[in-house]
């Protein structure tokens, strides 16, 4: 029967009607559904800055942050920003005040998050001294003070890298007892990166540019210049325009504020980034510092680029899911002499493409599938994937006897692998590779032939640079 319209509708009582879960409870059923796997193996990750990132985060979490998140924007310290979230628009290659301190250039070379901050400030601080002394006016200095931050794909951190910067500079400023708190506040440019961009599949570049510049709104910027690579000056505008005019980012105020990852985050990127300003400081300054701080970028981007290499970072079209009907068919200018975590990747499939060009053919991969059906289809994958991602044309088939293929990868299961190649290597002149790294077999399988093994654990640019070469492919033709 319905109820009449009449009757009153019953009350829904939030907090009784759904009582908070205790940690514990949330925790419990986790470990049931983990079977027994470990918790910080499988679901705590730790960045590149060495902040362990946990699988969920609760009030109690951020219940010492209340000089943080009980403060209304546009007051200090100034985490939530100025108070409006209006930000000025600047269009591609716009030029940036020539005396901006230039932490974009430190996210450029492959520096952390924590690497910007504490870089980033120790720059504005030095900046602070030498424009304060002697007469200077510490109100003024500040004010004028600009500072220019890249904005990465690593979405959550960029939104509280800005808000942590904020923070930071606040408690720098404040140090030289300035008159007027509001000089406190920093001013700040945001670009969208260029060192994970990447000259394949530009569309990729697009989305990345997009989540970039949504990371740089909702940390607060002033303003935002979205750098088009591989894709237009108007496409660039556009993304802000539709940030504004159809997303309505700029109606709230401080959006990510009381979400209990992001407010987390934010004080422990600027806890981070304090102690390494202190570092810095203990040495004199940034300019003192340079040569440590050199050698520490130096070491975060080799740490990057070896997460690329290992494909234990994705960058989509480039290590990883390449668009193998995809060519380069002119030149594409990159700024000169700069760091992109794409180049080892581009400059291999640009070698394949050369020697297309010149041999009027694809060298080709034949991915043999045989057996376990879930196994081969899996290592198929992963294979077609490693391969694509140098240029390889790639070809999937159950039989190898009339195929032109340069490479022939055995698709299979650990235990087939052994029958599978003591059939095919006697018979065939190309190569042959295993997909998978089956131990117990390897001595045997070489034994019949196999000249490599290719699987999760492979360094994925060591691993193409071998068969490039192996296979007379650039720099192996000589």
Same mark, same amino acid.
């Given at each position: 029967?319905?109820?009449?319209?009449?009757?009153?509708?019953?009350? +829904?009582?939030?907090?009784?009607?759904?009582?908070?879960?205790?940690?514990?409870?949330?925790?419990?059923?986790?470990?049931?559904?983990?079977?027994?796997?470990?918790?910080?193996?499988?679901?705590?990750?730790?960045?590149?800055?060495?902040?362990?990132?946990?699988?969920?985060?609760?009030? %109690?979490?951020?219940?010492?942050? %209340?000089?943080?998140?009980?403060?209304?924007? $546009?007051?200090?310290?100034?985490? &939530?920003?100025?108070?409006?979230?209006?930000?000025?628009?600047?269009?591609?290659?716009?030029?940036?005040?020539?005396?901006?301190?230039?932490?974009?250039?430190?996210?450029?070379?492959?520096?952390? $998050?924590?690497?910007?901050?504490?870089?980033?400030?120790? +720059?504005?601080?030095?900046?602070?001294?030498?424009?304060?002394?002697?007469?200077?006016?510490?109100?003024?200095?500040?004010?004028?003070?600009?500072?220019?931050?890249?904005?990465?794909?690593?979405?959550?951190?960029?939104?509280?890298?800005?808000?942590?910067?904020?923070?930071?500079?606040?408690?720098?400023?404040?140090?030289?007892?300035?008159?007027?708190?509001?000089?406190?506040?920093?001013?700040?440019?945001?670009?969208?990166?260029?060192?994970?961009?990447?000259?394949?599949?530009?569309?990729?570049?697009?989305?990345?540019?997009?989540?970039?510049?949504?990371?740089?709104?909702?940390?607060?910027?002033?303003?935002?210049?979205?750098?088009?690579? &591989?894709?237009?000056?108007?496409?660039?505008?556009?993304?802000?325009?539709?940030?504004?005019?159809?997303?309505?980012?700029?109606?709230?105020?401080?959006? $990510?504020?009381?979400?209990?990852?992001?407010?987390?985050?934010?004080?422990?990127?600027?806890?981070?980034?304090?102690?390494?300003?202190?570092?810095?400081?203990?040495?004199?300054?940034? $300019?003192?510092?340079?040569?440590?701080?050199?050698?520490?970028?130096?070491?975060?981007?080799?740490?990057?680029?070896?997460?690329?290499?290992?494909?234990?970072?994705?960058?989509?079209?480039?290590?990883?899911?390449?668009?193998?009907?995809?060519?380069?068919?002119?030149?594409?200018?990159?700024?000169?002499?700069?760091?992109?975590?794409?180049?080892?990747?581009?400059?291999?499939?640009?070698?394949?493409?050369?020697?297309?060009?010149?041999?009027?053919?694809?060298?080709?991969?034949?991915?043999?599938?045989?057996?376990?059906?879930?196994? &081969?289809?899996?290592?198929?994958?992963?294979?077609?994937?490693?391969?694509?991602?140098?240029?390889?044309?790639?070809?999937?088939?159950? %039989?190898?006897?009339?195929?032109?293929?340069?490479?022939?990868?055995?698709?299979?299961?650990?235990?087939?692998?052994?029958?599978?190649?003591?059939?095919?290597?006697?018979?065939?002149?190309?190569?042959?590779?295993?997909?998978?790294?089956?131990?117990?077999?390897?001595?045997?399988?070489?034994?019949?032939?196999?000249?490599?093994?290719?699987?999760?654990?492979?360094?994925?640019?060591? =691993?193409? =640079?071998?068969?490039?070469?192996? +296979?007379?492919?650039?720099?192996?033709?000589?």
């Amino acid at each position: 029967m319905m109820r009449s319209m009449a009757e009153p509708a019953e009350t +829904l009582h939030i907090l009784k009607d759904f009582p908070a879960v205790q940690r514990e409870t949330w925790e419990n059923a986790i470990h049931v559904d983990l079977q027994g796997a470990d918790y910080n193996k499988k679901l705590v990750w730790i960045s590149d800055e060495g902040i362990a990132i946990r699988p969920y985060y609760r009030h %109690e979490d951020i219940k010492e942050l %209340e000089s943080q998140t009980q403060v209304v924007p $546009a007051s200090f310290p100034f985490v &939530r920003g100025r108070g409006s979230q209006t930000w000025k628009q600047a269009e591609p290659r716009a030029e940036i005040l020539a005396d901006a301190i230039r932490v974009d250039a430190i996210h450029e070379q492959g520096g952390t $998050a924590v690497q910007e901050l504490g870089y980033g400030i120790a +720059l504005g601080v030095e900046r602070l001294v030498e424009r304060s002394q002697p007469g200077g006016d510490v109100d003024d200095v500040a004010k004028s003070v600009r500072f220019v931050f890249a904005i990465g794909s690593n979405y959550f951190f960029e939104i509280a890298k800005l808000r942590a910067a904020r923070m930071l500079w606040a408690c720098a400023v404040s140090a030289f007892q300035p008159r007027d708190e509001s000089c406190c506040l920093m001013h700040v440019h945001a670009t969208t990166a260029l060192c994970n961009k990447s000259i394949y599949d530009p569309f990729a570049n697009v989305l990345r540019a997009t989540t970039e510049a949504m990371a740089a709104v909702i940390g607060g910027c002033d303003s935002l210049e979205v750098r088009p690579f &591989r894709f237009s000056d108007r496409l660039a505008m556009n993304i802000q325009r539709l940030l504004q005019e159809e997303s309505h980012f700029d109606r709230v105020a401080d959006p $990510a504020g009381g979400s209990y990852y992001v407010e987390w985050l934010t004080d422990a990127l600027a806890n981070q980034g304090w102690r390494l300003f202190q570092q810095v400081e203990a040495e004199g300054g940034y $300019a003192k510092a340079k040569s440590s701080i050199d050698n520490a970028l130096a070491e975060a981007r080799a740490v990057r680029d070896k997460a690329i290499s290992s494909r234990r970072r994705t960058l989509v079209g480039v290590n990883n899911y390449p668009d193998l009907n995809e060519t380069i068919s002119e030149a594409v200018e990159v700024p000169p002499g700069s760091w992109r975590t794409a180049s080892p990747f581009e400059r291999l499939r640009l070698q394949t493409e050369a020697f297309t060009r010149e041999r009027g053919k694809r060298p080709k991969v034949l991915l043999l599938e045989r057996g376990d059906l879930t196994m &081969r289809q899996a290592r198929s994958q992963f294979s077609q994937n490693l391969f694509g991602c140098a240029g390889f044309e790639i070809d999937i088939s159950h %039989e190898y006897e009339r195929s032109d293929a340069d490479l022939i990868v055995l698709c299979s299961s650990d235990p087939e692998y052994l029958a599978l190649a003591q059939e095919v290597c006697p018979k065939v002149q190309q190569p042959v590779v295993v997909a998978g790294d089956p131990k117990a077999q390897l001595e045997q399988l070489k034994a019949v032939g196999v000249q490599g093994f290719i699987h999760i654990r492979s360094d994925a640019i060591a =691993t193409l =640079t071998e068969w490039e070469t192996r +296979l007379g492919i650039g720099e192996g033709k000589r």
